[in-house]
């Protein structure tokens, strides 16, 4: 009743078309790639935080469970980072490793052994205190079975030796082989650190909700496909250095609901029956400001959305090809035309929220006349269709890839005309997420789109080492291959940043991805909820958060 | 009668080994490997190890030959054992017993209403005499059937739980989040019966046994209840053994639109993330279903017709 009770025919109208409008976002609008890495807006701070209150919290896709240690997707951290603390924690404005439920740590210069010097007050939600043969429970498991169920731990831990146990508050973590990414990677949710039952127990159990962690919020109740509901713990006093609020969380409770529908989310908290909501699309963006909400986004760190080529194959083992798409696509209109101001167009195979990203924006630019040059030169000659053609074969390339992000397919069909006008035919295959995998392994392909979410640039090693997943399905080489390796085994950051930025330069110049534009997560919170942040890995923390009482 | 509800029943689990064993050859013909899929976990590929893949082939049982993995599925089906949600770990049968008593809500009211608004349409436009009144009635099952559900769904959710807060938006609680849901499923339902029944009123309006009624004096109202109705709804019975298969189809869309927990978004969640023992317990589940209804309209025909009664009778002498 606090709107119009009488509908004037045109809101009528929109109203009944708005759905139409909504066809294709009805499946799945889950976002893309895994998580991502935060900074929260700073809500509006003169006003004091009121302890109380339940926050309605809508998620756009089903979690996969709670377990933080073996989730990957968006959903399933937003629920499980509230229930577990991490070693050390992310700055996602610098990148800097700062202390958590460790106070301190010392590496060595080889970078294989990882000293941490534990707090000594923090408990488990079962009472359990926090000591090293917790750590070592927790990363035994991770390396050992449980990694086969918790991937992005377990290729974190790639090379793990052993965890010593100091004493009762001091873990030495040794590795193999030098491995720089390892302290960042402790910083994640992968690698939180669950009470020492927990480690120990069924990984499907965990799964399900029998998780234990040391988080400012714990698990009350987990219902598969339909949500979770976390209360506050209480006595929390250990949050990390980065968060304002150093004592327990304001918010009572947490409800998740896993509503899949955008237009039900934007709807849902503008009449007030959500508090915030995850997966806002450009279209619902003026239905939530419109309710006096505000949309927080940021930038994914990690791989941005590319066009990873197989260079094994014609036409794309050319190199001149391969660089003429990058200089064929208009990245800014991408973004401009049918992406929204929450995303930025890519300016390097990493995101710049990366730590150790560097602006390739120059080798990026669009430059349709030097791209048709090189394509010339390259024997590419427009054909009758309009489409190059070389020895009576059409210049004519697929790309692979799984609509998991909602708006993939309206960006590569801009990028298919935009790379029409050159004379390239792009050929859009969408699969289904299951069966991406094996395609990628069978190798037939020209290429396979997608997006990576890491706040540590070793990511570029996974995807682009030819040791790691070879999408580009190249040979082994002397140029990247080593800068790849290197970067592991480097301690000091402006040496490594230097390295991933030769990387990131060599893999630009190859033309071994085509990097399109930034993923973005953006979340719709009302106006009266305030402190959602993210996190480094652009996951939501709730610790800060308080919503206004009446 | 005995000797055909047992026939019946020895047909129903032809039925549902014929619908076990094609769900299970279909899954396991396509070509992605649910191992890579569960290790997947939404990070677009990145974290597949094919060593880890292996293991975990293993720890499911998808390493052994595709017969044997049949066979111990079947054997463990035949004694109410569906296995585990590779997905989730949870017991396939827990998740069903979990989300199929909301479904079962759901469809109830929305057949509840279908059956109810199908039958007023179709006999208040053959009891008007007004020809323009029929006409207008006439024409809202074609258009009941022609939109989109969950465009209709959308359009309720605007108007009823958005703008005007009548109704909750999503969710499981109470009678009223289920009000917009069962509506939206029961109007393409309701439409289809109201043309099948209303074809059938038309002929039967036209039979001699109607004019012989009406010269004996009776009333519009009291042919159209004791005769016209009772003959004309065979046909739509018949239907509505066939639509039950349907609703549960509609219960994907409608869940997903209303996030409603059930058997439709299981159904969709262990499709997409390939979860073979969960998709074959969904099968085994539908089937059933499908298969008892169909019993239950069959058992229902004697009661309406006569000629059915006496053939059942002669048959089972």
Redesign the interface.
Known sequence: ?????R?PVRLLAA??L???L??SA???D?S???TATGSAPAATTDARPTPGGTLRF?LGA?P??VDPQ?????V?IYIARQLADSLTDQDLETGEIVPWLARSWDVSDDLTTFTFHLRDDVTFSDGTPLTATTVKANLDALAGEL???A??A??YLAGYVETRVDDEHTATVVFAEPNAQFLQATSTVSLAILSDATATA????R??GKVVGSGPFVLESY????GAVVTRRDGYAWPSALRENDGEAYLEKIQF?????S??RA??L????FDAVGDVLPQDVPQVDGAGGSVLTRTNPGVAFVLQPNVSAAPLDDVAVRQALNLAIDRQQLVDTVLSDAFEPATSVLASTTPGYTDLSDELRLDAAAAAQLLDDAGWVPGEDGIRAKDGERLSIDVVY?P?FTGSQAVLELVQQQLRAVGVDLVLRQV?????????DSGDYDTYY?????ADAD?LR??FSTTG?NINRRAADETLDPLLTEQLATGEPGARADLVAQAQAEIVEQGLAVPLFELAQSIGVAGDVHGVAFDASSRLLFHDAWIEQD | MTLYVLRRVAAALVVLLAAFTVTFVVLYLLPSDPASIMLDAGTGGASVDPAQAEALRERLGLDRSPVEQYLSALGAAATGDLGTSYATGAPVTALIGQALPETARLTGLALLLAVAGGAGLASWASWTRSARLRGLLLALPPLGVAVPTFWVGLVLLQLLSFRLPVFPAVGNQGFASLVLPAVTLAIPLSATIAQVLAQGMRTAWAAPYVETALAKGATRTRVQVRHVTRNASLPALTLLGVVVGNLLAGAVVVETVFSRQGFGRLVQAAVTSQDIPVVLGLVLVAAAVFVVVNLLVDLAYPLLDPRTRAHLARSAA
């Open positions: 009743m606090t709107r119009t009770t509908l109203t009944l708005a759905p139409a909504l066809l009805c499946a799945s889950g893309a790639g895994g809508a089903s996969s469970g073996q989730v990957g997707s968006n399933s990694g086969a169920v991937p992005l377990a290729s069924d990984p499907a159990e799964l399900q219902t598969q496909d339909q609901t896993v509503v899949p529908e237009g039900v709807g849902g503008a009449s007030d029956q799984a998991l289904t997420p299951g069966d991406q995998q094996a395609l990628l997608y997006n990576v979410t890491r990511i996974t995807q997943r």
